[in-house]
């Protein structure tokens, strides 16, 4: 669409108008209640006096016109009662009224006729519709605070269906959502962007965002799609979250909780009995001055958190060795390596503080104000898919973020202004045990990941402005921000050590590969400008259309790229080429119908397309790998930790193809929203989306033609070396020229397909049985290999004269998910709940492979190769019996994640205790998590081992035939990760 297209559309909505009602002005971060008040034929009461109460406080009044309307309009976002009252009218208060960020509030309400004398006033359950794009799953109130096994806004997701939340110990936003990794996934507070930032090594981690606890957060989203142009949209799932504000009374809320998980946690656990003990203690405190015309809120608390893990691997249980495999490595490291073979403890320790200001400059102005920062450091984090424990490894982050809005609104009409700047640092250090794989042992030690200091800030500038003509509530902006990506790897740490077994380590005979970075940083600028119109248009009282488009463009640094010349003239390709940053045209649409004008049945039928963005790891990659980093490379004898005699030192490159944009998402979804009762709402939606251009990883240095075939018909392509239970290419015999190492060309020919279909059941009350549950079906495919792999060389396909292998179940394909979380409240003079939430998710896919440190085609990835299927192996007919996966694929390679690990389950139990101690509040709160729980961890995902009793040979065809054996350990736990069973204890108290 031209420029001039857009500027007709925008010129025709201007001109529209069809109806005279107003319509009331939508923010994305301010909520709107509106309502009419009737007596019991239907008939407007006028000039009704209407109190709008946050905390069972006034918070603004409203007298009803002719037509017996009202309207609140900037409302911070959260939970309100609303109070009606009338001379010859019984007066009302309708409590646990939501105003939601974005959305519109509609209550019907029915005064009936009374004489006085009048002395009571009747609670009601009022009619209720909400107006405005999908809200997703809000969290608000006690369910910020149930179950908060980690203070960080981002754990809500636990609780949900619709994205696939943190898994095991981890901490953060999501794991996946529409079949994406989370780096595509965005958090929003107050309608400014804010930082999730992620190891470019853990490409699938869940990222925390610190700074924002929940005690600063009053309301939070959760949305898997978005339809309101003025987001820039995001491919994977959106979190908005408004902060929380004072207001009323002046408060002071401490609070304090200790947690063990030596309180009756499983052994299996905690094999080490370890003894750790975990408190949190804070304070949020509150008020206003001038009544409501500023209202301040200020919070602090302080973490400091352990974590017992299980034994790290199931070959050596804690205190014994039946193979004898870590008595031979301790005899041989020369070096202290206990720590690596027993379990550890992971311990966090950290410091959050900030505060929020509103201010009412008279009663259409609000201006905010809010700043945070955190400080924090963790031993032995949780690394998810790494075989090792991690001994030794450290994370040190530094979050600050501040912003400010203004907003001013009229008869219908509303302007808002939003600036903000957020930065975020994480330091990595790793132990000083290079890492290192004992492949037919099921064991490694060592750090998983690369050490580095990333680093991202950021300033945003945005405005929004909503106008109502006529039936037509037109709604135009733009914004513009400034991040920048500083990413600093260190020197030497990445080294990579793969031995068959314990024996072959004593023996020093195995792999090295090893990557040395230069001390520069890899700094990147990106400026993205955006702008959007859209219009909602009522056509009826029943029906409401809304377009929109976005328009967005990335500009990226002029000098993020640059040619290697030496490459050039052996190859004749050029490694200098630039991601296009064109503007891109993301239009948006939804038609919502009210089927008996109600609300009650509404249905919901939306599409739409949303920019990504270019993937900032893959740019400082490019950037760094310019010929300056080298990988250094050895097989056959290994002098570990150093390198061995054989070592060969070559630079290694990394550039983008000719044609690379930035990705994209289309999307269409249909939804059911039934009202049941005045406080049980059902959901039932579904939706495709497809992403095009994602980033597809090709090693250009391989020589032009395999040097042999397997016997399974796949291409070789270096000269095979066997040690032990290890094969890999023999150094240097795997490239085309040798004069470099692996060179990687980065292209936009990947895409993902993701099916999902929810049903969800909400009810909410303020006494009795509250239930919020959802099952979610989906289906992901897409053809990019080895997106969760902290090792980029495993992200090549194994098969790149097959490209339909690459095509198929995605890494992030979790077909069934089930969230339920039941709430009982028992109101009295001791307040009592007790709540229960429950999780299921399906077990991950993999690819039937080999241990980690086998690379049977010597394409230099030794961790990315499916097995083949055989018949003629020894041992693989009980293997196919004894898995249903592979029966379909015998006799061939292993389809790409045609497996999957068992399911994850788990319960976790909350119950609170309110008591009044001298007009103080107080409230005794237990939490057990994890009270039943399915064991998870690192799966062998081996279907087959190379035996070190037998060599490589050739068949009469010419071809190889490799030593392999089925592994009759195929798909259990390789390394325990499951979360322990943690009791906590805690006391709330306000003043």
């Known amino acids: 669409?031209?420029?001039?297209?857009?500027?007709?559309?925008?010129?025709?909505?201007?001109?529209?108008?069809?109806?005279?009602?107003?319509?009331?002005?939508?923010?994305?971060?301010?909520?709107?209640?509106?309502?009419?008040?009737?007596?019991?034929?239907?008939?407007?009461?006028?000039?009704?006096?209407?109190?709008?109460?946050?905390?069972?406080?006034?918070?603004?009044?409203?007298?009803?016109?002719?037509?017996?309307?009202?309207?609140?309009?900037?409302?911070?976002?959260?939970?309100?009662?609303?109070?009606?009252?009338?001379?010859?009218?019984?007066?009302?208060?309708?409590?646990?009224?939501?105003?939601?960020?974005?959305?519109?509030?509609?209550?019907?309400?029915?005064?009936?006729?009374?004489?006085?004398?009048?002395?009571?006033?009747?609670?009601?359950?009022?009619?209720?519709?909400?107006?405005?794009?999908?809200?997703?799953?809000?969290?608000?109130?006690?369910?910020?605070?149930?179950?908060?096994?980690?203070?960080?806004?981002?754990?809500?997701?636990?609780?949900?269906?619709?994205?696939?939340?943190?898994?095991?110990?981890?901490?953060?936003?999501?794991?996946?959502?529409?079949?994406?990794?989370?780096?595509?996934?965005?958090?929003?507070?107050?309608?400014?962007?804010?930082?999730?930032?992620?190891?470019?090594?853990?490409?699938?981690?869940?990222?925390?965002?610190?700074?924002?606890?929940?005690?600063?957060?009053?309301?939070?989203?959760?949305?898997?799609?978005?339809?309101?142009?003025?987001?820039?949209?995001?491919?994977?799932?959106?979190?908005?979250?408004?902060?929380?504000?004072?207001?009323?009374?002046?408060?002071?809320?401490?609070?304090?909780?200790?947690?063990?998980?030596?309180?009756?946690?499983?052994?299996?656990?905690?094999?080490?009995?370890?003894?750790?003990?975990?408190?949190?203690?804070?304070?949020?405190?509150?008020?206003?001055?001038?009544?409501?015309?500023?209202?301040?809120?200020?919070?602090?608390?302080?973490?400091?958190?352990?974590?017992?893990?299980?034994?790290?691997?199931?070959?050596?249980?804690?205190?014994?060795?039946?193979?004898?495999?870590?008595t031979i490595l301790r005899d041989a490291a020369g070096r202290e390596i206990t720590p690596w073979l027993a379990p550890v403890v992971r311990r966090r320790d950290g410091f959050t503080g900030g505060g929020q200001v509103a201010w009412s400059l008279g009663r259409t102005t609000m201006l905010t104000a809010r700043a945070g920062m955190a400080s924090w450091s963790e031993d032995n984090p949780d690394f998810g898919t790494s075989l090792s424990n991690v001994a030794g490894t450290r994370v040190d982050g530094r979050d600050f973020s501040a912003a400010m809005g203004l907003a001013a609104s009229g008869e219908g009409w509303m302007n808002e202004a939003r600036i903000g700047f957020n930065t975020a640092s994480r330091d990595w250090t790793a132990g000083d045990v290079p890492s290192t794989i004992l492949a037919n042992d099921g064991i490694a030690i060592g750090a998983a990941v690369q050490a580095g200091r990333f680093a991202e800030r950021a300033v945003e500038l945005n405005d929004v402005v909503t106008l109502p003509l006529g039936s037509h509530r037109v709604k135009l902006g733009g914004s513009v921000q400034r991040r920048t990506h500083d990413f600093v790897f260190r020197d030497g740490v990445a080294a990579r050590?793969?031995?068959?077994?314990?024996?072959?380590?004593?023996?020093?005979?195995?792999?090295?590969?090893?990557?040395?970075?230069?001390?520069?940083?890899?700094?990147?600028?990106?400026?993205?400008?955006?702008?959007?119109?859209?219009?909602?248009?009522?056509?009826?009282p029943r029906l409401a259309i809304t377009l929109g488009v976005h328009l967005d463009k990335e500009k990226l640094p002029a000098d993020s790229t640059a040619p290697n010349a030496r490459w050039g003239v052996l190859s004749g390709i050029n490694t200098g080429n630039r991601p296009e940053s064109d503007l891109l045209i993301a239009p948006r649409g939804t038609v919502s119908w009210d089927a008996d004008g109600s609300g009650r049945t509404v249905i919901r039928l939306g599409a739409g397309l949303a920019a990504g963005r270019f993937d900032v790891s893959s740019l400082a990659e490019v950037a760094a790998r310019d010929g300056t980093v080298l990988v250094r490379r050895s097989d056959g004898a290994q002098a570990w930790p150093a390198a061995g005699s054989s070592a060969t030192t070559h630079p290694t490159l990394t550039f983008f193809g000719p044609d690379v944009r930035r990705p994209r998402t289309s999307s269409a979804d249909l939804s059911l929203t039934q009202t049941l009762g005045a406080r049980t709402t059902l959901i039932v939606s579904g939706g495709y989306r497809h992403a095009d251009y994602l980033l597809r990883r090709d090693d250009l240095n391989l020589p032009a033609a395999p040097l042999s075939t397997a016997s399974d018909g796949r291409a070789v392509y270096g000269s095979l070396r066997q040690y032990g239970g290890v094969i890999g290419a023999a150094t240097g015999s795997n490239r085309r020229f040798d004069e470099f190492d692996a060179v990687f060309g980065l292209t936009s020919t990947g895409y993902a397909d993701y099916y999902a279909g929810t049903i969800a059941v909400e009810r909410r009350v303020t006494q009795g049985v509250s239930v919020l549950g959802s099952y979610t079906w989906s289906q992901a495919r897409d053809n990019v290999t080895g997106q969760a792999s902290a090792n980029i060389e495993d992200r090549l396909s194994p098969l790149p004269d097959d490209p339909a292998w690459a095509e198929?179940?995605?890494?992030?394909?979790?077909?069934?998910?089930?969230?339920?979380?039941?709430?009982?409240?028992?109101?009295?003079?001791?307040?009592?709940?007790?709540?229960?939430?429950?999780?299921?998710?399906?077990?991950?896919?993999?690819?039937?492979?080999?241990?980690?440190?086998?690379?049977?085609?010597?394409?230099?990835?030794?961790?990315?190769?499916?097995?083949?299927?055989?018949?003629?192996?020894?041992?693989?007919?009980?293997?196919?019996?004894?898995?249903?996966?592979?029966?379909?694929?015998?006799?061939?390679?292993?389809?790409?994640?045609?497996?999957?690990?068992?399911?994850?389950?788990?319960?976790?139990?909350?119950?609170?205790?309110?008591?009044?101690?001298?007009?103080?509040?107080?409230?005794?709160?237990?939490?057990?998590?994890?009270?039943?729980?399915?064991?998870?961890?690192?799966?062998?995902?081996?279907?087959?081992?190379?035996?070190?009793?037998?060599?490589?040979?050739?068949?009469?065809?010419?071809?190889?035939?490799?030593p392999v054996v089925a592994n009759d350990g195929f798909g259990t736990l390789l390394s325990r990760r499951s979360d322990p069973r943690i009791v906590r204890l805690g006391i709330r108290m306000e003043f």
Not at 56 to 64: K, L, N, P, Q
Not at 508 to 533: D, H, V
């Open 497 to 540: 050590y793969a031995y068959g077994s314990a024996a072959d380590f004593a023996a020093a005979q195995g792999f090295l590969s090893e990557t040395l970075y230069g001390p520069s940083a890899a700094g990147i600028g990106i400026t993205q400008y955006g702008g959007f119109l859209q219009d909602q248009w009522s056509v009826s």
């Open 808 to 962: 198929g179940i995605s890494d992030f394909d979790v077909p069934h998910r089930l969230a339920a979380t039941v709430s009982l409240d028992l109101p009295g003079k001791l307040p009592a709940e007790i709540a229960a939430r429950g999780r299921y998710r399906s077990g991950l896919p993999f690819t039937p492979g080999y241990r980690a440190g086998v690379d049977i085609n010597g394409d230099g990835a030794a961790g990315n190769d499916p097995a083949f299927l055989g018949a003629s192996v020894p041992g693989m007919a009980e293997l196919v019996a004894a898995n249903a996966c592979l029966s379909s694929q015998a006799g061939a390679i292993a389809a790409r994640n045609s497996c999957r690990e068992d399911p994850v389950h788990t319960l976790d139990l909350h119950a609170s205790l309110g008591l009044d101690a001298g007009g103080r509040r107080i409230a005794l709160v237990v939490d057990a998590f994890n009270v039943i729980s399915s064991e998870s961890g690192v799966v062998d995902r081996a279907a087959l081992l190379i035996d070190p009793t037998r060599g490589t040979t050739v068949d009469g065809g010419g071809r190889l035939v490799l």
């Open 1 to 326: 669409m031209s420029i001039l297209g857009v500027s007709r559309i925008a010129a025709f909505v201007l001109v529209t108008s069809l109806a005279s009602t107003p319509l009331v002005a939508q923010s994305m971060t301010a909520a709107s209640v509106t309502g009419r008040v009737s007596d019991p034929a239907g008939s407007p009461v006028r000039g009704a006096a209407v109190t709008l109460e946050r905390q069972g406080i006034a918070f603004r009044t409203a007298t009803t016109d002719q037509a017996g309307r009202f309207t609140f309009e900037l409302l911070p976002p959260g939970r309100y009662a609303i109070l009606a009252e009338q001379v010859g009218y019984q007066p009302v208060r309708a409590s646990s009224v939501d105003a939601n960020a974005g959305m519109t509030t509609d209550l019907k309400i029915r005064m009936p006729q009374r004489p006085p004398p009048i002395d009571a006033v009747e609670s009601i359950n009022p009619q209720t519709t909400r107006r405005g794009g999908p809200p997703g799953r809000v969290v608000q109130g006690e369910e910020l605070n149930q179950f908060d096994r980690f203070p960080d806004l981002t754990d809500v997701t636990r609780g949900l269906s619709i994205v696939d939340g943190a898994r095991n110990a981890g901490r953060g936003f999501v794991s996946s959502a529409n079949g994406l990794a989370p780096t595509f996934s965005r958090l929003l507070v107050d309608g400014i962007e804010e930082r999730l930032l992620w190891h470019p090594g853990l490409p699938a981690a869940s990222v925390a965002s610190p700074v924002f606890p929940r005690s600063a957060i009053g309301q939070a989203s959760v949305l898997d799609v978005t339809r309101d142009a003025e987001l820039r949209g995001a491919q994977g799932a959106v979190l908005a979250a408004q902060s929380a504000r004072g207001g009323g009374s002046t408060f002071f809320r401490p609070f304090a909780r200790l947690g063990s998980s030596s309180l009756g946690p499983a052994t299996i656990d905690n094999p080490a009995d370890s003894s750790v003990t975990s408190a949190r203690l804070g304070v949020v405190m509150g008020g206003s001055v001038k009544g409501d015309t500023i209202s301040w809120l200020l919070r602090a608390d302080y973490e400091r958190a352990g974590q017992p893990t299980a034994a790290p691997f199931a070959a050596l249980p804690l205190g014994e060795d039946p193979s004898g495999s870590a």
